[in-house]
């Protein structure tokens, strides 16, 4: 464990506190004025991250998952209020989530059979456009041992989409 002072202006208060979150395990934030009364000091005890561990592979991730057929009709249906209607929160994050899955399950279907398609592509960008939604809207099971906002997620957005739904479908 070790100690950061920073000293930055106080527009930059919230943005800094939430980076070494993300970059560190963070304990209480300190936040003082500065000697010029102009600048704020942070004052915050941090330690490493432990090891995050693998994710989870897609067989434990999609165990539950109903067919690919029965995805792809739900997520269509779905899609249609996700145009008609401001979509965010809990339902908004199920579409995302679950088109996600679907995309990767298909590229991965894909991959095993050997078929050369663009499906590990629109997978990629489900997954990243999901890991967005999370990041955004303070997403994600609180105890998921990677969270949106952890550069790994945006850095392997698949697998947070695996772990992601792994949970899901076990609380369902």
Known sequence: MFEIRIICDPADTNRIVAALDTT?????????????????RLYAHVDHRAEQGPWPTPEAAYAF???????????????????????NGDDGREYWLRKAALLDRIALHDEQAGITSDADTAATQAARRFVDHDRDNSGGHPSGPIRAAYPRAAAESRGYVRQEYAHWAKHQ
């Open 24 to 40: 560190f395990a963070t304990g209480t934030v300190t936040v003082e004025p500065a000697r010029d009364g102009k600048r704020t």
């Open 65 to 87: 998952a109903p067919s690919i057929v029965r995805e792809i009709a739900w997520t269509a249906r779905t899609a249609r209020t996700v145009i008609d209607l401001p979509f």
